[in-house]
């Protein structure tokens, strides 16, 4: 009887572990989704921005704020891939189980996106409407191609994500 009540109570401690990592998982994966929906919201807008070096609704400010935030999110993300989180066998996240075999891929991609993230706030903050063009072509590249390697979307999404997956937030964009 006594043995039983062991099993019992060490049974009931690993399901209590495993719904605490499985609890920690999705916080990060909701923090990440949340944090990724924030940095393409900001690329969406900075796009024409960029594109036609106008003032249309939104101006050089904003454009700046939003390149700032951009490289912001960039580093706050780029710590919130552990493995606890790999949930995809789950369909629990859209990322796919590469990231977590190929991290150093992933590094390399996500690092060239915080560069070129860098690179697009000192352009707009210096005016460089070429240098802003080269970042935002460099960091639609870098986008992109983790997107493309490392995202899991469903049909009914393509239609919604083909130009976050393309990577080319502006047209004539030349790597």
């Not at 949340?34 to 796009?47: E, F």
């Not at 189980?97 to 706030?121: G, H, N, R, T």
């Amino acid at each position: 009887m006594f043995k039983y009540s062991i099993i019992s109570v060490l049974f009931l401690i690993c399901l209590n572990l495993n719904s605490s990592d499985f609890k920690k998982a999705n916080e990060v994966i909701e923090l990440r989704k949340s944090a990724m929906q924030g940095i393409w919201m900001r690329v969406k807008r900075l796009a024409p921005f960029i594109e036609f070096n106008e003032d249309i609704e939104y101006g050089p400010e904003i454009a700046k704020q939003d390149a700032k935030e951009i490289k912001i999110l960039l580093s706050k993300t780029k710590s919130l891939w552990p493995d606890i989180s790999n949930l995809s066998s789950k369909n629990l996240t859209n990322a796919t189980p590469a990231i977590w075999v190929l991290p150093e891929y992933f590094e390399k991609l996500y690092d060239q996106a915080e560069s070129s993230a860098m690179m697009l706030e000192e352009s707009l903050d210096k005016d460089n409407l070429e240098a802003m063009d080269l970042a935002m072509c460099n960091l639609g590249n870098a986008c992109g191609t983790c997107h493309a390697a490392f995202r899991r979307l469903l049909t009914s999404q393509l239609a919604n994500e083909a130009s976050a997956w393309s990577g080319r937030y502006i047209k004539n964009c030349k790597y």
